[in-house]
């Protein structure tokens, strides 16, 4: 359910019908409401008393905050990543398959693929609690209120950023690379 909130499959200010949910996922209302309750506590869904659970509508400062600790977190793993031939060509796969799926795909497919291509990025990280912490931040809301890919456009720009991601990691430019990732995070041009 997080992936579907996260890939705005499931948008936010969504009703979450839990028999609605039963069908979708094939699991017991008491599953369902364990999920929602969990996506309570990690501020992903409101629980209303009486009246159901819904998609949490964030607000944009804590939109903004998400994203920027987010881009501290990336980028401090920068320093610390040791990049392989051979972690490259699996990311090169990643993001091509990514690509693909951008046109081709569902947003949910697009979302998992974007998901391994940056676990693909920052598992070349030595720290392994700074991955904790990524993996912890990425799993919050989606860094953007229509979801991930607010247009088709900006899936798009996601794709193209990936592969100059790719080159800014087999040039060794570190620098260059966290800007990038910044620019990718923020969803905005890079700044020269």
């Given amino acids: 359910m997080s992936n579907d909130i996260n890939a705005g499959v499931l948008p936010t200010g969504s009703w979450l019908k839990q028999i609605d949910l039963e069908l979708r996922y094939g699991a017991t209302r008491l599953d369902i409401r364990r999920a929602l309750d969990q996506l309570v506590q990690k501020n992903m869904v409101e629980h209303i008393p009486n009246r159901g659970y819904y998609v949490h509508t964030p607000d944009l400062t804590q939109v903004s905050d998400t994203r920027e600790v987010r881009i501290a977190l990336e980028c401090a793993a920068v320093d610390q990543m ?86 800014a990691l087999r040039n060794d430019d570190r620098d260059h690379l966290k800007r990038l990732i910044a620019a990718h995070i923020r969803q905005t041009p890079l700044q020269p």
Avoid at 92 to 114: H, K, P, S, W
């Fill in 82 to 167: 040791v990049v392989t031939e051979e972690r490259l060509q699996a990311l090169d796969v990643i993001a091509q398959r990514f690509a693909r799926l951008v046109n081709e795909g569902t947003m949910q497919e697009c979302y998992i693929a974007n998901l391994e291509f940056h676990r693909g990025i920052y598992d070349m990280c030595t720290n392994r609690v700074m991955i904790e912490f990524i993996e912890e931040i990425r799993s919050r809301p989606p860094s953007s209120p229509g979801g991930t890919w607010r247009t088709h456009l900006r899936a798009e720009q996601s794709s193209r950023e990936h592969f100059q991601i790719l080159e």
